[in-house]
């Protein structure tokens, strides 16, 4: 009788984990908060503003400025997309992710 149930419940977890797995971080700018996809988040950098990673669970990571610069060698197409601000984080596209990198192996 307990098996039922139990399975119900690992099934409904496991849809949940990959439900939010989906959702990924999100680039925003902090220092204009009414930015709408007017301009990129390049040409935003190099007038100054302020960015944050916005996570799904409602984390806040301030971006410097260095960190930036190697985001930028590392994932220039990250970039290229239109700045949103804080207040219209909902419409923000999520950031793209860069492929693992390869590890040789080791004998």
């Known amino acids: 009788m307990r098996v039922k149930p139990m399975c119900g419940f690992m099934a409904l977890t496991v849809c949940l984990l990959i439900a939010s797995s989906a959702f990924a971080d999100k680039l925003v700018c902090i220092s204009n908060e009414k930015l709408k996809g007017e301009m990129t988040v390049n040409n935003c950098l190099l007038k ?6 916005v996570d799904p669970y409602g984390g806040v990571r301030i971006i410097s400025p260095e960190e930036a610069q190697v985001m930028k060698k590392l994932n220039p197409k990250l970039f290229e997309e239109k700045a949103y601000g804080i ?10 992710k860069l492929t693992p990198l390869s590890v040789p192996r080791k004998y």
């Open 48 to 53: 100054g503003e302020q960015f944050a990673i």
């Open 87 to 96: 207040i219209y984080l909902k419409e923000a596209p999520e950031m793209q």
